[in-house]
Nanobody
Framework: VQLQASGGGLVQPGGSLRLSCVASEFASYDHGVGWFRQAPGKEREGVSS????????YYADFVKGRFTISSDNAKNTVYLQMNSLKPEDTAVYYC??????????????????????WGRGTLVTVSS
């Protein structure tokens, strides 16, 4: 499995971007896809994750109400719609596949160590 994240760019505060994560394929044991971000000098943090089995979505508190994750399994693609962007959202965004027990996704989706395959990141810069 290979992942390719795209859709990043420069946007003004309050603007929107849609990130895409395209997988070469999803294996039967890929139960979720997560989006993470890493700002300069900071640790990688979980932004959102979606179950490929039932579409359940999980969000970090700092993006709730602003970001929406969705999946199109037929296209092997997961999207992250980001609205009302803030300067503090500036970071490199990564997507990754979750291959653990699907019943654990709810509790561990924010832990990068739970994800098996990572794509190259896409840079999001929010600035006026």
């Amino acid at each position: 499995v290979q992942l390719q994240a795209s859709g990043g760019g420069l946007v003004q505060p309050g603007g929107s971007l849609r990130l895409s994560c395209v997988a070469s394929e999803f294996a039967s044991y890929d139960h979720g896809v997560g989006w993470f971000r890493q700002a300069p000098g900071k640790e990688r943090e979980g932004v959102s994750s979606v179950s490929l089995d039932d579409g359940s979505a999980y969000y970090a508190d700092f993006v709730k109400g602003r970001f929406t994750i969705s999946s199109d399994n037929a296209k092997n693609t997961v999207y992250l719609q980001m609205n009302s962007l803030k300067p503090e959202d500036t970071a490199v965004y990564y997507c990754a596949t979750f291959r653990g027990d699907p019943l654990l996704l709810l509790r561990v989706w924010e832990e990068p160590s739970r994800y098996a395959v990572w794509g190259r990141g896409t840079l999001v810069t929010v600035s006026s």
